[in-house]
Structure formats: structure tokens, C-alpha cells
């Protein structure tokens, strides 16, 4: 039996960043636990995720997510053990999925954790490929750009954690090419290991070049983690009625000036293109669908999950600030 702690420690933000965030903007603090209410649950998390949307949480704008507030904690995604319970519905020892990230324990109403199978795969995998950002590689491809048989897939961002599994998803699916951008030779070459038909590392020149060296006879669908230069250059690499499902524009979340690309929206006209931005949440009541399918690619070997792994809550902020500097495979977790 695990004793009850009364107090631990948490990350709160110090400031709020102008442009790239560092280890100033994010201050560890130690707190007292408050007792729980009826109907709580205590959480010892056991990794918490560190995410690229959290990077627009630091501004203090309106976005479909409040901001980070100074002086209070961070949150989002975390996993942990259950080792006190007032509540009739969640036992002492259940691993739970739940919000509270950035902190060693959580105090949190039962209904709002949910409680996972270990035994279908490894706790870390809630926060990443079973979790909400499989969910959203799932939920993109196959809805948002309502990927079919045949077609090629371009993603960007290909070695992380939503791109690696859009690729694997798409080549489950009956992709007739599936080609990958991600920032560095290794990543490159994880890439052809996972099944991407081709990759090419965005540092080595023009996207649009290497994209068509890469793609030939264009693409159908591009899967958008990047926004900018990569939107563009697959604009110009798509095929009549192509689609694009608009994830993210992860190369935008520290500018200081907007990005001037893409500059060649009028492609959507004559080629009849079809864009469509989607945020993972659209997709919660498919989750159970989602679900069961990702379980099974991840058992037969069609899915494979990567994951960086930093130690410790007190490099949590690092892992963060290098998150968004590509240091990770896969999915970036902290194990607390
Ligand atoms: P991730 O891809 O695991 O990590 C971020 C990656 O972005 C880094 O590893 C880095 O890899 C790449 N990157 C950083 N700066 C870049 C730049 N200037 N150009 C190109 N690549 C750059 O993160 P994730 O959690 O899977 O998220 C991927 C994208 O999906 C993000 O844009 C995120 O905001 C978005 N997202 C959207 C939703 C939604 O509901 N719409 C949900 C989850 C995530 P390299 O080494 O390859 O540069």
C-alpha cells in the first residue's frame, strides 16, 4: 500500500514567452495536497505529455482552448495510479487517463479520469498512439481528408507523434504511396523503417523539390502538421480533387511575423481542391471505434509506437521547449 503524500510539486507558468519559450517562462513549485472531497480520486501520474498546442496556452489569447494562466499550474494529458480513492466508481490501484499533467500528483473528481487496460498495452501508449494524438492522426486521415484505397499520402512532421502514425495508418489502408518530410537524416531513416515508401529530410532544400522527386506522379491527400512552405509545396504536388486535412502549423507557433506562404491558394480553384482544418475533439464519440482498430493495427504489427521518453518533472519544461525543436521520435513524454 502506498503511503498518501500531503504535499508535491507541480509546474506553473513564470511569464509568458515572446516568440521561442524558455525554462524561464515555467517556475516548480511545491504545494500542500488538499484532502480529498467525496468522490475524489488521488493520482500519482506516472508520465505526463508535453504538446504542441500548449505552445499557443502560454499566449494570453482567445483560442477553442484557454490560456495558461501566470502563477497557476500547466495542464494536459497524464496517466497515473490511483492510491486514494473517495470515490465508489474508481478503485485504489486503477491506471487512469485524465487532464492534470505538469504535476507529480492529481486531486480530481472521478468522473473526470478514465480508467485504462493495461493489459491491451503499456499506460504511456494512452498518451500517444491510443490516446489523443492516435486519435488524431485516425480522425484526420480517414475523416477529415476522407482518405480512400489508392491514393498517395504526403505527411509532414512525419517523425512525430501524429505523423509516424497517419503514415502507418495510411499504408494499413491501402495507400499506393506514402512519403514522410521530418527535420534530420535519423528521422529519415526511421521513416523507411516504419514502411514510408519515401522521405526527405526539409532541411535539404526546396520542400516543392523534394517533395515531387519524391512524389512523382503528385499526391492525393496531404496531411498538414506544418502549415507554410511545406502547405505549399503540396499544393503544387496535388492531384485533381486531392484533399488536404489541416492539422496543425507547427512551423508558425513561435513566429513573431505571420508566414508568408502559401502563396499559391488559387491552385484550389483549378485542381478543385478540398481543405479541411479538424481539431481531434470532432472525433471523441468515434473514440471507441478508434479504439478498437488502433488496438488491433498496434497487435498485428501495423502500428508501431516511437516514443522519447525525459525523466523526472523538473525536465519537463525542457522537454517541452524541445518538442517543438524536433528532439523527439515519436511521441514526447516525461515519466514522473
Ligand atoms: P510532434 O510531431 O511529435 O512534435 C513536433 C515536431 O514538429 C517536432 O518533432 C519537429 O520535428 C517538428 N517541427 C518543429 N518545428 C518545425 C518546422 N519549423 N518545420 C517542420 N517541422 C517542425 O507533435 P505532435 O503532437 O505529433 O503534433 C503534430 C502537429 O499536430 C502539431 O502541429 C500539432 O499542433 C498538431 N495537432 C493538432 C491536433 C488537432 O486537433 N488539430 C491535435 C494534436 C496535434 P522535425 O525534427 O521533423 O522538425
Known amino acids: 500500500m502506498l503511503s498518501v503524500p500531503l504535499r508535491t510539486r507541480e509546474i506553473h507558468l513564470e511569464s509568458r514567452p515572446d516568440g521561442w519559450p524558455t525554462p ?6 511545491e504545494v500542500d495536497l488538499p484532502v480529498l472531497d467525496d468522490g475524489q480520486v488521488l493520482v500519482a501520474n506516472r508520465y505526463m505529455s508535453v504538446d504542441p498546442y500548449m505552445r499557443g496556452r502560454m499566449n494570453d489569447v482567445k483560442s477553442y482552448v484557454a490560456p495558461f494562466q501566470i502563477d497557476t499550474p500547466l495542464d494536459g494529458g497524464a496517466v497515473g495510479e490511483v492510491i486514494a480513492s473517495a470515490s465508489n466508481d474508481v478503485a485504489v490501484g ?3 487517463l485524465h487532464g492534470l499533467g ?9 468522473g ?10 503499456p499506460e504511456s501508449a494512452y498518451l500517444g498512439a491510443l490516446g489523443m494524438t492516435g486519435l488524431t492522426a485516425w480522425g484526420g486521415l480517414l475523416h477529415a481528408a476522407r482518405f480512400k484505397p ?14 509516424a502514425v497517419v503514415g502507418q495508418i495510411a499504408k494499413a489502408s491501402g495507400a499506393s504511396r506514402v512519403i514522410g518530410s521530418a527535420g534530420s537524416p535519423e528521422k529519415v531513416a526511421r521513416l523507411k523503417e516504419l514502411g514510408f515508401d519515401a522521405a526527405f529530410d526539409y532541411h535539404d532544400g526546396p520542400v516543392s523539390a523534394s517533395l515531387k522527386k519524391a512524389a512523382p506522379d503528385g499526391i492525393d491527400v496531404y496531411f498538414d502538421n506544418v502549415g507554410g512552405e511545406h502547405l505549399e509545396a503540396a499544393l503544387s504536388s496535388l492531384n485533381l480533387y486531392g484533399r488536404v486535412a489541416m492539422c496543425g502549423a507547427i512551423s508558425q507557433y513561435n513566429s513573431t511575423e505571420p508566414s508568408p506562404a502559401p502563396r499559391n491558394l488559387a491552385l484550389l480553384i483549378g485542381k478543385r481542391l478540398n481543405v479541411r482544418g479538424f481539431l ?19 497487435a498485428d504489427g501495423s502500428v508501431t509506437r516511437d516514443e522519447t521518453v525525459r525523466e523526472g518533472l523538473d525536465q519537463a519544461a525542457q522537454a517541452f521547449i524541445d518538442l517543438l525543436g524536433g528532439a523527439n521520435t515519436g511521441k514526447m ?3 514522473l
Do not use: C, I, P
Not at 112 to 121: E, G, H
Open 112 to 121: 473526470k479520469v478514465t480508467v485504462v487496460d493495461t493489459s491491451l498495452a
Open 280 to 298: 481531434v475533439g470532432e472525433y471523441a464519440d468515434k473514440s471507441a471505434e478508434f479504439a478498437e482498430q488502433m488496438a488491433g493495427w498496434l
Open 102 to 110: 505538469w504535476r507529480e500528483h492529481a486531486v480530481l473528481d472521478a
Open 333 to 335: 513524454l516525461v515519466k
Open 24 to 29: 524561464d517562462n515555467f517556475k516548480l513549485a
Open 150 to 163: 489508392g491514393d498517395a499520402v504526403f505527411v509532414s512532421g512525419a517523425a512525430g507523434a501524429v505523423g
Open 94 to 96: 486503477a491506471t487512469v
